[in-house]
């Protein structure tokens, strides 16, 4: 799973990180959402799924790969 | 489901059981989720009950909160009169929203918070320590919660802990409905007066003062980017939001917990169900109980039901989280069950900017008091407790308790 985040979008709430501190954080300037990695391995899954069901601003955008690659 | 306006019931509705919402919005929630309601002032608006159909209209930006908008709902004469005054971001839309909340962003980041634990800990123990010194009843709001809540909002924006006493109270009238319009303009000329003043001060040699306010002074009143005016304001906002709402959200959920003793013992007998607790007491006595109120910038269709342009809705936070489709068995307490996903802080760009320093506020209390304090119990029966039935922030008057 690829994920892509909208900066401009992004309120700072933080509950990102709540849900999965392995993938987001928040910049140091303003608390606005970054990615730790865009790729989200098989184990984060369901806490990145939760992120993105709990952003209030519909900051955080899963891509799906059109191919697998290793 | 139509109904005249005429006939439509009057808002706010009133409760029946005090923990639990005003019992219409069961039915209304079981047939199609909205219904015509009347404002004080005659005006109709809509509420809506589902969960579905509150996070759709609180995350839609074609939802406006500015009170100026013709149609907005007004809860009384007194709120009006509140709403009548220069706005802070919570009541504007994008982009003024988004320019100045980003200003304070930073501030309430997760890890932001998180530093302050270790002082917060200290605080709530100093506070135990004075409790436990009294040996007799004691008044859980006014002697544990309030106090906690405002020293820390005060710490963090650098407005004097000594003063507390104050803004409490003014911050306290200025969030009522039923009193003359004069009670909540007074108490905020007086808010408003103080942070002018306090902000002034600070102004002298703001970077003589590592706090919230001094950092906004330097690096947004100075450089042109916030007015002071704003920021008298904000800093009331902030101040007012900071304290009233935690301290009437940690009562509420200690009196829960004393209802439901089981649960109580659950969350002492295991520890790791705290933070899913923190969120179930959010879910199930969501404090905020008129919100959120908008008006429709342009025909909306939610979820197959269309609010026409000018048309005004409450979209209730009290209501959604109490949804059979998303929780089930919805109106049990219950600390086990993922309830994660409330809307008691709201939801879309407006969602609550202080949570992260709320939910530790929650931690640090409910992972303590009750083992700090065993034998905690109401001092008076249960059906004595007065609630703040009418008051933007819903909690207790008083929590008398023994330890």
């Known amino acids: 799973m690829n994920l892509v985040v909208d900066q401009s979008v992004c309120i700072g709430a933080g509950l990102c990180v709540l849900s999965c501190a392995e993938i987001f954080d928040q910049r140091e300037s303003d608390g606005i959402v970054t990615l730790l990695r865009a790729q989200v391995p098989d184990e984060l899954s369901d806490s990145v799924i939760g992120a993105v069901r709990r952003c209030p601003s519909g900051a955080i955008r899963i891509e799906q790969p059109e191919a697998v690659s290793k | ?403």
């Not at chain 2, 406006?64 to 009541?91: D, H, K, N």
């Not at chain 2, 890890?111 to 709530?124: F, H």
């Not at chain 2, 910038?297 to 609010?307: A, K, T």
């Not at chain 2, 049990?332 to 709320?358: E, M, W």
Request: proline share 8%.
């Open chain 2, 1 to 403: 489901m139509s109904v005249t306006p005429s006939e439509a019931p009057e808002f706010p509705l009133p409760r029946t059981c005090p923990l639990d919402p005003p019992e219409l919005y069961k039915s209304v929630r079981a047939s199609g989720g909205r219904h015509l309601v009347k404002m004080w002032d005659g005006k109709p608006s809509w509420i809506f009950t589902r969960y579905d159909d509150v996070r759709a209209i609180l995350g839609d930006n074609r939802f406006t909160t500015v009170p100026g908008t013709p149609g907005y709902p007004m809860l009384s004469a007194a709120r009006e009169a509140v709403l009548q005054l220069p706005p802070a971001f919570i009541r504007m839309d994008p982009p003024d929203h988004t320019r100045l909340r980003r200003m304070f962003t930073r501030e309430f980041m997760v890890k932001r918070i998180e530093a302050m634990r270790p002082k917060i800990a200290r605080l709530i123990d100093d506070l135990y320590d004075k409790l436990a010194a009294k040996g007799q009843t004691v008044d859980l709001l006014s002697e544990f919660t309030l106090p906690m809540t405002s020293t820390v909002i005060a710490e963090l924006l650098g407005i004097p802990p000594a003063d507390r006493e104050f803004f409490q109270e003014q911050s306290q009238r200025k969030l009522m409905l039923d009193v003359s319009p004069d009670v909540p303009r007074e108490a905020s000329a007086k808010l408003l007066g103080y942070c002018e003043a306090v902000i002034r001060e600070k102004e002298r040699d703001p970077e003589a003062h590592d706090d919230l306010l001094g950092r906004l002074i330097i690096e947004q009143i100075r450089p042109g980017h916030m007015t002071r005016e704003e920021a008298v304001i904000h800093a009331d906002l902030l101040t007012l939001a900071g304290h009233e709402t935690t301290a009437n959200q940690i009562a509420l959920g200690t009196l829960n917990f004393l209802q439901n003793p089981d649960q109580k013992q659950k969350l002492v007998d295991d520890p790791s169900l705290l933070k899913g607790a923190i969120e179930e007491i959010l879910r199930y006595n969501s404090i905020v109980q008129f919100n959120g109120a908008r008006v429709a910038l342009e025909d909306v269709d939610v979820n197959g039901q269309i609010v026409r342009k000018g048309e005004a809705v409450f979209a209730l936070i009290l209501a959604a989280n109490r949804d059979p489709e998303i929780f089930d068995d919805p109106d049990r307490f219950d600390i086990t069950r993922k309830a994660d996903n409330h809307v008691a802080f709201s939801y879309g760009v407006h969602q609550c900017l202080g949570q992260p320093l709320a939910r530790l506020e929650m931690e640090l209390v409910f992972s303590t008091i009750f083992t700090r304090f065993p034998d905690l119990r109401l001092a008076v029966p249960a059906e004595q407790i007065r609630f703040n039935e009418h008051h933007m922030v819903y909690g207790v008057k008083e929590l008398p308790v023994d330890l």
